[in-house]
Every structure is written in structure tokens, then in C-alpha cells.
């Protein structure tokens, strides 16, 4: 049963940069059967997609995103991981991880809450 | 404003059946399947129903998809108390060339 766990700083200052990392046990990122996402949820509103790798380091981005999003994948540790550029308040949500399978994402991590401050 | 568009919210009573909308466009879900997601408070959303009306290992018949034209729904049947939740729509959008979600509905079991 593969299992995703995000992990990275709680707090980050306004126009810095954003740092999360998931990391993926139970399974290999370099199966290669399906890709890693980021999606984010500010407080009590919906999902918004960000992105996402495959193994061999191929990215998508939801194009809003796309000029502060970097996606990369270190297969050694079986980890992926996100940076999002200068920050503001309104990057301020819940940062999940997941597996997208095909067309669906299948496997979610429990989620981490970022905080941005001013 | 999201790309799919579901009601804010949803009830009913332990036992009835509950259906919850998700209507799109053309370049979404008229010409891409749709997947629904469960989120429980507090927790990570988890996929309830795939390729409109596929239900995940473990998800009880109870729940069911169903796709036309450019709307989808999720049906519950035998509504239980463990059935509140936010429930969310999902598809690719060909003009956006990303992921979209639905604003979700929060289902109150009364």
C-alpha cells in the first residue's frame, strides 16, 4: 500500500520561496505507471492543481502557477518535491501530494498546512 | 469561481439517497471523464469514484457516478452519519491544459 507524506517549513516569509517535500513509501516513483502531483487548498476553499513530475523528470504546471512552480524528482530517496517562488499571503493553504494514476489521483498524502507571513 | 460548478451544499436524513451535481463544458467534462473525491474534516481528500462511475476498492456500492453530456453527479444511496463530508468533482480541462476541480459540496447528514 503506497503511502505519501509531505514535509517542509510550516512558515515562510512573504517573497521567499516555498519548500515541501513528499516522500513515497510502499511503492517506486520510477515505476514509471504514473505521475506526482502537488495540489493545494487555501483555508475552507477548494483544490487547485499545481503541477506535476514524471520519474524521468518530465513536468506539467497549471499555467497561473507556472512562472514560480519548479517540480523535481530525486529517485534515490523516492521523493519529489515542490518550490514555489515568491510567495504571498494568497499561497497560504493546505499542500498535498499525490499519486495521479492514469487520470485520477489515487493516493493522497495527509496534507501540510503553509502559512505565509508578511 | 471554479470551472465546475457544484451547490454549496447538500442534506438529508440517515437512509435516503442524496444525488450532488458537477456541471462543465464542453472542453471539460463533455470530452474527459470525471472523478469524485471524499473529504472527510480534516483529512486529505480521498478518491471516491473514477472514470465517471468507477468506484475504488473499498468504496461501498452505495456511491455512484454518473456522466451526460457536460454534468456529472455522485449518487448516495442509504445515507449514513459517516457520509458527511465535502465531496469534490474533478476533471482535465483542454483549454486550460491542467486539472480542474469543482468548488465541492459539503454534504450535512441530518
Known amino acids: 500500500q503506497v503511502q505519501l507524506q509531505e514535509s517542509g517549513p510550516g512558515l515562510v516569509k512573504s517573497s521567499q520561496t516555498l519548500s515541501l517535500t513528499c516522500t513515497v513509501s510502499?511503492?517506486?516513483?520510477?515505476?514509471?505507471?504514473?505521475?506526482w502531483s502537488w495540489i493545494r487548498q487555501h483555508p475552507g476553499k477548494g483544490l487547485e492543481w499545481i503541477g506535476y513530475?514524471?520519474?524521468?523528470?518530465?513536468?506539467y504546471y497549471n499555467a497561473p502557477l507556472k512562472s514560480r512552480v519548479t517540480i523535481s524528482v530525486d529517485k534515490s530517496k523516492n521523493q519529489f518535491s515542490l518550490k514555489l517562488r515568491s510567495v504571498t499571503v494568497a499561497d497560504m493553504a493546505v499542500y498535498y501530494c499525490a499519486r495521479l494514476n492514469t487520470s485520477w489521483f489515487d493516493c493522497w498524502g495527509q496534507g501540510t498546512l503553509v502559512t505565509v507571513s508578511s | 469561481q471554479s470551472v465546475l460548478t457544484q451547490p454549496p451544499s447538500a442534506s438529508g436524513t440517515p437512509g435516503q439517497r442524496v444525488t450532488i451535481s458537477c456541471s462543465g463544458s464542453s472542453s471539460t467534462i463533455g470530452s474527459n471523464t470525471v472523478n469524485w473525491y471524499q473529504q472527510l474534516p480534516g483529512t486529505a481528500p480521498k478518491l471516491l469514484i473514477y472514470i465517471n462511475n468507477q468506484r475504488p476498492s473499498g468504496v461501498p456500492d452505495r456511491f455512484s457516478g454518473s456522466k451526460s453530456g457536460t454534468s456529472a453527479s455522485l449518487a448516495i444511496s442509504g445515507l449514513q452519519s459517516e457520509d458527511e463530508a465535502d465531496y469534490y468533482c474533478?476533471?482535465?480541462?483542454?483549454?486550460?491544459?491542467?486539472?480542474?476541480f469543482g468548488g465541492g459540496t459539503k454534504l450535512a447528514v441530518l
Open positions: 510502499g511503492g517506486s516513483i520510477n515505476s514509471g505507471a504514473y505521475y
Open positions: 513530475i514524471y520519474y524521468s523528470g518530465t513536468t
Open positions: 474533478a476533471t482535465w480541462d483542454d483549454n486550460l491544459n491542467g486539472w480542474v
